[in-house]
């Protein structure tokens, strides 16, 4: 296939726990003051940022955009761009404008490298509910500095019990930080956070004697300074010392879609366009687009291996996963320079993983009644029972779950196998991704009204539903003490979803949806001292272990907040619609 159609995408700019840990942290570290010595380090010495490198480019100024005006991507579906070779004008869509459907993208950024949103500081008064300061002021005090640099927040400040790992910058945790400072208009922190955990990722990461892939990302990392040295070394974890030894599938995922959002809320492409990131997105990637035994499009993961990083069931092939993978692959598309073999692949790669996703893991009311009366034991490539899966698997809950309107995806499908489950993040990653075409996000959204006691209660949100109980919590979690009915992973409440429920919210227009749970938030977030989360069917009591000044608790409040006070900040989250990328009916 030619190049010409991948050279669009070089100007493009979309418009549209915490586990306990062993306190052991892994071998792999950065000593700032001995940065070259290490033998790991040699032998990624193209690759690797050393710490001058890191000081030099966080001097370089924001490089701002200069793109030429071509169709945004979003208004080209993958289709055509891989059908031809015809530059189109680059417009940028307003959602949130009805009288501007189109303007050109350069109007949305300043020429200060700052957000052209115009979000105001916390400092200048931008306080629509008295805790706004509160958590400003707790998001603050959670900040981590690597040689005088703000790199990133830990996970928790709750000096009530051990530390474990909660004194860490976890991947996946910062996001909502993060996403909280590039609203405010305090991109620094963003960009070091992103640049540091690069720098981790060119090293050496071995589990007793097999060596991961050179993509991987960190699950998190420490700041340990030595006051002797007066020296700061950086101490990575890539789950080698987590529960169950996973990997964390999901920080690569995290990590591209963060770089995204902070080329598209500053206008800088600098970070971007370094050689360095350029490499680090391909690494990535090439662990998932790599060719196998698999006969899906999806990634094939363990347990434990994201959120929901403990046995809970969703080993195969989990939604979150599937979702996060989708949104970085779209990300990555806008990231990379031209690059035409990759890029082909990154394209054949989003079709084939809509088509399976919007075929095979969409539930609604005439989708469950299908299954309900499949035939087993089909062949041949006319079944319609294409994973064989058994109707009497079917679990009781589900056919009073369904509501008449509403639908949703499942969490996990496979050979013989569906996981009924409602899991939130997955779901609404979907949505801001537009994994979910706009018809499935609107019933998402009808979904989640129809069941609001479910999967919201007294306290937003649930992280999953329903909560596995007695035998099958027995067999699944093997008896997990953490993760018993209600609590935890395990149909416990997470706060920290309020900001992926509201940016979906606006995504889909059904704001008021995100309000209504931000105002049940309001009510206790800080009189509870910002827990990790809640437990029971309600979510009415704060977790049996949860911590309190959970970071992510604190910011992904900040971001909702911020998101219904301006929604145009959506759109550094959220992906428009692909509309030739359509689900083929009948495929059940």
Same mark, same amino acid.
Request: aromatic share 10%; proline share 8%.
């Given at each position: 296939m030619g190049c010409g159609w991948i050279s669009l995408i070089g100007w493009f700019v979309e418009g549209s726990r915490r586990?306990? =840990?062993?306190?052991?942290?892994?071998?792999?570290s950065i000593d700032a003051a001995n940065h070259g010595t290490s033998a790991a380090a040699s032998a990624n010495t193209i690759f690797e940022i050393a710490?001058?490198?890191?000081?030099?480019?966080?001097? =370089?100024?924001?490089?701002?955009?200069n793109i030429e005006r071509k169709r945004s991507f979003d208004e080209k579906s993958f289709s055509e761009l891989s059908m031809t070779m015809s530059p189109r004008p680059l417009l940028y869509r307003n959602p949130e404008n009805s009288s501007r459907v189109f303007e050109p993208i350069d109007s949305i950024y300043s020429s200060g490298g700052r957000s052209g949103f115009g979000t105001p500081r916390s400092e200048n008064g931008f306080e629509p509910h008295p805790i706004l300061s509160e958590a400003w002021d707790a998001l603050r005090r959670s900040m981590v500095y690597f040689r005088g640099q703000p790199v990133g927040t830990i996970a928790a400040m709750d000096q009530s019990g051990e530390e474990l790992n909660y004194d860490q910058v976890f991947v996946?945790?910062?996001?909502?930080?993060?996403?909280?400072?590039?609203?405010?208009?305090?991109?620094?922190?963003?960009?070091?956070?992103?640049?540091?955990?690069?720098?981790?990722q060119s090293w050496e990461k071995k589990v007793d004697l097999f060596k991961l892939g050179e993509g991987v990302m960190p699950a998190s990392f420490k700041v340990q300074h030595d006051q002797v040295r007066n020296s700061d070394t950086l101490v990575a974890d890539?789950?080698?010392?987590?529960?169950?030894?996973? *990997?964390?599938?999901?920080?690569?995922?995290?990590?591209i879609i963060l770089l995204r959002a902070y080329t598209k809320s500053t206008g800088d492409s600098s970070l971007a366009d370094n050689p360095d990131c350029q490499r680090g997105i391909r690494l990535i990637l090439s662990l998932c687009l790599s060719k196998g035994f698999d006969t899906f499009p999806t990634l094939l993961c363990a347990d434990g291996c994201c959120m929901i990083d403990r046995r809970m069931g969703i080993y195969g092939y989990p939604i979150e996963i599937q979702a996060l993978f989708f949104m970085a692959l779209r990300c990555a598309l806008q990231l990379l320079k031209q690059d035409c073999e990759f890029q082909e692949k990154v394209v054949e790669r989003l079709h084939a993983l809509s088509f399976h996703m919007r075929s095979y893991y969409w539930l609604d009311m005439k989708q469950l009644n299908s299954i309900y009366r499949y035939k087993t034991e089909e062949y041949s490539h006319t079944a319609v029972n294409k994973f064989n899966v058994m109707p009497d698997s079917l679990p009781d809950w589900v056919f009073d779950f369904m509501p008449k309107r509403g639908g949703y995806f499942i969490g996990n499908v496979s050979p013989a196998r569906m996981d009924f489950r409602w899991f939130c993040l997955?779901?609404?990653?979907?949505?801001?991704?537009?994994?979910?075409?706009?018809?499935?996000?609107? *019933?998402?959204?009808?979904?989640?009204?129809?069941r609001w006691d479910e999967l919201v209660g007294e306290m937003p949100l649930k992280i999953s539903y329903p909560a596995l109980e007695n035998h099958d919590w027995k067999i699944v979690t093997g008896y997990d003490p953490k993760n018993t009915r209600w609590s935890y992973h395990n149909g416990g409440t997470w706060p920290v979803l309020l900001w992926l429920l509201t940016?979906?919210?606006i995504k889909s227009g059904r704001p008021q949806i995100a309000r209504r749970a931000i105002d049940l938030a309001e009510s206790r977030l800080l009189k509870d001292s910002w827990p990790e989360y809640y437990d029971g069917k309600l979510?009415?009591?704060?977790?049996?272990?949860?911590?309190?000044?959970?970071?992510?608790?604190?910011?992904?409040?900040?971001?909702?907040?911020?998101?219904?006070?301006?929604?145009?900040?959506?759109?550094m989250i959220s992906l428009e619609e692909d509309k030739l990328m359509r689900p083929v009916a009948g495929l059940w």
């Open positions: 586990n306990p =840990k062993s306190k052991n942290m892994s071998p792999v710490d001058d490198d890191f000081s030099r480019l966080l001097e =370089k100024p924001p490089k701002p955009l996946r945790d910062f996001v909502p930080s993060a996403l909280a400072f590039l609203m405010n208009g305090e991109p620094e922190i963003v960009k070091n956070f992103l640049l540091k955990t690069l720098c981790l890539f789950g080698e010392t987590a529960i169950g030894r996973v *990997a964390p599938v999901d920080s690569g995922f995290w990590w997955g779901n609404c990653v979907a949505i801001l991704s537009s994994l979910a075409t706009p018809e499935q996000s609107s *019933a998402i959204m009808d979904l989640i009204e129809a940016a979906a919210c979510g009415r009591y704060v977790g049996k272990q949860s911590r309190k000044f959970q970071t992510w608790s604190i910011a992904g409040y900040l971001v909702a907040k911020m998101l219904l006070e301006d929604p145009s900040h959506s759109g």
